[in-house]
């Protein structure tokens, strides 16, 4: 373990970023440890990026401690240059951090003069001309050839010829060079959040007729796709609200299981939402305000027409027959299987709405070598307890009573033991719980796959090792095969 | 009598034309694999047109798993949409995807309706009828079903004919009622050839075609699914209890070269619709 960064008071005791954590706690006892989250230090400069947009419109991340302020033009609305950069860091220090700035006319220049402080100088130029050479940031190997030929300072390299510093530095130190002293200029990236997709209709009158404001949606939801569109997007979720004059909202949620932006495809969704209304939409004394808003929205390539009606086609069909579906009969009822890693059998699978998107799942492979399924169509869920008369406790039904039908066993095929996770169980004891409590932990099972005289497969299993795990175990169902 | 055979020609073509069936139009076929069972519906199920498969409650393993079957068949590549009742998923159990997988129904392919009411999974099938890009639909009815009338499965076959899609009704306690099918069906389970040591073999399912449109019905089929090669084959265990059998398709040999044991009357089907080597894998 080392040391990732570390604050002010514990650089003057003498610490250094990189050293391991057991040389720093030898040296200073009482060194104070956290762990390094690089995750939520971005999250935090983003958040603070996103504040300073108080300041000026163009603000940039420069990871991974900094930001860097464009405020051209922005500067008199706070008294001035340094009356703004006070006003920043006072109100950062106020958070709880310590700050450092810097105001140069490029931004490689404010980074670097920010962080290699350099004495009073007559101007920005000569100070940036006396900063070291590791203010370039060429890496290590440039850093240490440019100590030994002697050149310290950025004064020093810029004093040289271009052509001289490229073929002993590569292309990249004169690059670095001029865009600290500002001869080339790089753009800086702003980071702005993206507005969200909101259109708003007002009416003049208050619109009485639901129709009307069907059509007006529709438009609506033409303008929210070409937005889309621009953006290369493809809309995930739409909400609706219909604002009533008299002050009552109905908001309405759509969802899709692929990005759209395709005006009919969302108002046929939008309508059939409006038809699975339980509580019909009521215009009342008029809607006078319609919102769109899209708070969702996924990458989305601009579609071509394919030429012979291939397989693109095909599958957006289907999704949309999976959204229309959902939306008329709930999104949790329309749903798809999707495997799950466990040996216990009603654990191995999950049934996610369909709508909701995810990666492709890989199920084990159907057996080429013609053996019959061992698992069933069918699972019951808890599995259902039956009576069976065997011949020795722990030996293979005999018949069975399920439904209040006697099935006598013709062909078995087991046991086929399923142990319990034991790694989840407390204190490495398995509690004997019973079937169906969605505990993981529990008893040995006994499966059988069996067929009765007529010919029905059935998966049945004894709850639990006789003699050891339980006296009289219980027999279960849990599934039909075909 | 010269111009009533022109009056009933006609007759029989407005009636067509009413039907939206075109008289002479051969349908598309979904070969099963089981060869007399092919035979004796023309090259097998027709595409784009109801069937129903009638079983009582307790066979609903065998009723849902063939009707499954059938409809991946008929689907090929294409996703398959099984629509049924919350009451369904309690009474019978939840569909298992380790076990479709192992039935050779990919379960990423399939997806679960379930839903409230009768009425709610009548207007989604008719939905999903009209969505061309699905391969089948599996609708999974219990009881009576009386929302499931002459009306209702007109929607149903219309629905079906437009777009092509196959809709496969499982009818789990139900009795045969006038429809619109082309195919009525009764199913059951029956006894599997076994493993060695008594085990459970491959699913083997007693097939009654109860009704055909405009066929031969009245026939008994006993069918085993060899999920490994993906098709039926005629059920060969040691009593034979079939009844009446369409003509045996002779010694076709082309089919059963790479097969160990030669069995009567099974042959690699090639449907017109799906390339060999799909099949053939």
Redesign the interface.
């Known amino acids: 373990m080392r040391l990732a960064t570390l604050d002010a008071d514990a650089l003057a005791l003498g610490l250094t970023p990189g050293m391991t954590l057991a040389d720093a706690r030898a040296r200073e006892p009482d060194l104070r440890v956290f762990d390094a989250d690089p995750h939520a230090d971005q999250d935090w400069l983003e958040r603070l990026c996103d504040g300073s947009a108080r300041y000026t419109p163009v603000a940039a991340l420069d990871s991974p401690f900094g930001l860097i302020l464009d405020i051209s033009g922005c500067a008199h609305l706070w008294g001035g240059e340094d009356a703004l950069a006070r006003e920043a860091a006072d109100r950062l220090e106020r958070h709880g951090m310590r700050v450092r700035h810097a105001l140069a006319g490029t931004a490689e220049g404010a980074h670097a003069l920010c962080r290699f402080p350099v004495g009073a100088a007559a101007d920005e130029d000569a100070a940036l001309r006396r900063l070291p050479a590791e203010a370039l940031q060429l890496g290590e190997e440039s850093a240490v050839a440019l100590r030994r030929a002697g050149l310290r300072t950025v004064g020093d390299l810029a004093a040289r010829p271009a052509a001289v510093l490229a073929a002993r530095f590569g292309e990249e130190a004169v690059d670095a060079l001029h865009a600290l002293l500002g001869l080339g200029r790089r753009p800086l990236a702003p980071r702005r959040p993206r507005p969200a997709i909101r259109i708003e209709r007002r009416f003049a009158e208050p619109m009485g007729s639901t129709a009307f404001a069907l059509k007006t949606l529709t438009e609506m939801a033409a303008e929210a796709g070409e937005r889309l569109g621009e953006r290369g997007q493809g809309g995930r979720r739409f909400e609706v609200v219909f604002f009533r004059s008299d002050g009552l909202a109905f908001p309405l949620r759509v969802e899709t299981s692929l990005p759209v932006r395709d005006a009919p495809a969302i108002m046929r969704l939008v309508q059939e939402r409006i038809d699975a209304l339980s509580d019909p939409l009521d215009p009342g004394f008029g809607f006078d305000m319609l919102r769109l808003t899209v708070p969702q929205a996924e990458p989305m390539a601009p579609t071509q027409l394919a030429l012979e009606g291939g397989e693109a086609?095909?599958?957006?069909?289907?999704a949309?027959?999976?959204d229309?579906?959902s939306i008329?009969?709930g999104r949790a009822?329309?749903?798809?299987?999707?495997?799950r890693d466990s040996h216990i059998?009603e654990q191995?699978?999950l049934?996610l709405p369909?709508v909701e998107s995810r990666p492709?799942?890989s199920?084990?492979?159907?057996?080429?070598?013609?053996?019959?399924?061992?698992?069933?169509?069918?699972?019951?869920?808890p599995p259902q307890p039956i009576e069976v008369v065997a011949q020795v406790p722990d030996g293979p039904p005999h018949r069975f009573r399920w439904?209040r039908?006697l099935h006598e066993v013709?062909?078995?095929?087991g046991p086929e033991r399923i142990a319990p996770e034991w790694w989840t169980a407390k204190d490495g004891r398995l509690e004997g719980k019973s079937v169906g409590e969605g505990t993981s932990a529990g008893l040995t099972r006994d499966y059988y796959?069996?067929?009765d005289?007529?010919?029905?497969?059935?998966w049945i299993f004894r709850h639990g090792l006789y003699g050891t795990e339980a006296v009289h175990p219980g027999w279960f169902i849990h599934?039909?095969?075909? | 009598m010269a111009e009533s055979v022109k009056t009933l020609a006609a007759l029989k073509r407005h009636i067509a034309s009413l039907e939206r069936i075109p008289a002479a139009q051969p349908c598309a076929r979904v070969a099963t694999g089981h060869a007399s069972l092919d035979q004796a519906l023309d090259g097998g199920l027709a595409r784009g047109r109801v069937h129903e498969f009638f079983a009582p409650p307790e066979e609903e393993g065998a009723a849902t798993g063939l009707a499954l079957i059938l409809a991946r068949l008929a689907a090929g590549e294409a996703p398959l949409l099984w629509l049924r009742t919350a009451a369904a998923g309690r009474v019978g159990g939840m569909p298992y995807g380790p076990g479709l997988a192992a039935l050779g129904i990919d379960p990423e392919q399939l997806v679960i309706g379930v839903m409230a009411d009768d009425a709610m999974l009548l207007r989604a099938a008719v939905d999903a009828l009209r969505c061309p890009a699905l391969g089948a639909l599996v609708v999974e009815l219990r009881g009576r079903a009386p929302l499931l009338d002459l009306t209702a499965s007109r929607r149903l076959a219309l629905a079906a004919e437009g777009s092509g899609v196959t809709p496969l009704l499982v009818r789990l306690g139900g009795d045969p009622v006038p429809s619109a099918a082309d195919t009525r069906w009764r199913v059951a389970a029956a006894p599997s050839l076994p493993l060695p040591g008594n085990g459970p073999g491959m699913s083997v399912f007693d097939l009654h075609l109860l009704r055909r449109r405009a066929g031969r019905d009245g026939l008994h089929w006993r069918l085993m699914w060899d999920n490994g090669r993906g098709v039926f084959e005629e059920w060969r265990g040691g009593r034979d209890e079939r009844h009446d059998l369409g003509q045996h398709v002779g010694e076709q040999d082309s089919g059963r070269r790479d097969r160990p044991a030669p069995l009567s009357g099974a042959m690699v089907p090639l449907s017109a619709d799906r390339p060999a080597a799909d099949r053939a894998a």
């Open positions: 086609r095909r599958e957006e069909s289907v949309a027959l999976v229309r579906l008329r009969a009822r329309i749903q798809r299987l999707e495997p059998p191995a699978q049934a369909a492709p799942a199920w084990p492979q159907r057996q080429e070598t013609g053996d019959p399924p061992m698992r069933p169509l069918h699972l019951f869920d439904r039908a013709t062909r078995y095929e796959r069996v067929e005289a007529r010919g029905r497969r059935y599934g039909l095969f075909a």
